[in-house]
């Protein structure tokens, strides 16, 4: 199965990636040790692309803008994959998961593929396993990653810690709702781009003014391309050309100055102990002789006995000591 897999990927087969990567999303003990075989045959493979995170707050008009400038970058020849990430719901675990049907003019084109992924409560509004889905797509000769995170949160940072370069889509406004954004959104963003000037030009205008003087005010980092503000409109597919050509040249500055190369080895250090502690998550969780030691401690934490930290301290030393028995 595996190298069946991995033979279609590398031919660049839709239906053996959507299956490899249902593959590496289960949370069967089989199928992980099958879906890490596979990462690991194509891991050479990938690493060829350029990764494009996308975020913005829910209405911003994400899907849109994607499905835009997916189609713009298609018809330039390019392979584009999008990863699309959609919020699962915390009570039942379920998703949405139709963002083919919010994109339907690009997931008909040949040289796209779009694959949307429950978040699974992930932080940073990423899936667990978007990393892998990354190198599979890679695998499959996609040039373009553009990744569509759940919104604008605290830990938004999780997702411009594994791409290239970081797009934050914006809503027009007034001017005085520019101060109830969060400052770190806007210094981790590479680029910023406030949709919807079909329907708010004068808001658009006074809205990307607002945003450079903020800039403006925010100390510049050395090793980075010059963060910019542009207008578009995904709808009326005006401002797209201008936000690639951008794109563009962060690419190419970026490889000239290795900031790119720097920033991927810091990306799969920092991936190596996120999988480390997901992983000891796990196995502390699953160990069924523990389970009971467990439960004993969360009553202890919730009667305010013990605190947290205490209890977390005493759920690994006795994880600890029973890999040593």
């Not at 194509?42 to 990764?51: F, V």
């Not at 401690?297 to 006795?318: D, F, G, M, R, Y």
Request: proline residues 2%.
């Amino acid at each position: 199965m595996i190298d069946n897999l991995y033979k279609k990927i590398l031919l660049s087969d839709r239906l053996a990636l959507s299956k490899a990567i249902t593959l590496i999303e289960s949370t069967k003990l089989k199928d992980r040790s099958k879906s890490e075989k596979l990462i690991k045959k194509l891991y050479k493979k990938s690493g060829n692309s350029l990764r494009i995170g996308i975020s913005g707050s829910p209405g911003v008009g994400k899907s849109t803008f994607i499905e835009t400038l997916g189609i713009f970058l298609t018809n330039k020849n390019y392979k584009v994959a999008v990863l699309a990430v959609d919020p699962s719901s915390k009570r039942s675990g379920g998703s949405i998961l139709g963002d083919k049907t919010r994109m339907p003019e690009l997931s008909i084109k040949k040289n796209a593929f779009i694959r949307p992924s429950p978040s699974g409560g992930a932080l940073g509004g990423v899936a667990r396993r978007t990393r892998e889905s990354m190198i599979l797509v890679e695998a499959a000769g996609y040039e373009i990653i553009l990744i569509e995170t759940v919104g604008v949160g605290q830990s938004e940072t999780e997702v411009a810690e594994m791409v290239d370069i970081f797009l934050v889509l914006l809503q027009p406004s007034s001017g005085d709702e520019l101060q109830g954004i969060k400052k770190g959104i806007i210094e981790i963003a590479d680029l910023l781009v406030v949709n919807k000037e079909d329907e708010f030009k004068d808001e658009v205008t006074r809205t990307v003014a607002d945003y450079k003087n903020a800039l403006s005010l925010l100390k510049k980092d050395k090793n980075s391309i010059n963060k910019k503000v542009v207008k578009c409109s995904a709808l009326n597919k005006t401002g797209i050309n201008e936000i690639w050509k951008i794109i563009l040249s962060f690419k190419k500055l970026g490889r000239k100055k290795g900031w790119i190369k720097d920033k991927r080895s810091k990306q799969l250090a920092k991936w190596m102990w996120d999988d480390l502690q997901k992983n000891l998550f796990e196995k502390i969780k699953g160990n069924k002789k523990l389970i009971s030691e467990f439960a004993k401690l969360e009553k202890k934490v919730s009667k305010n006995i013990i605190s947290p930290t205490e209890a977390s301290k005493k759920i690994l030393q006795h994880y600890i000591k029973d890999n040593k028995s």
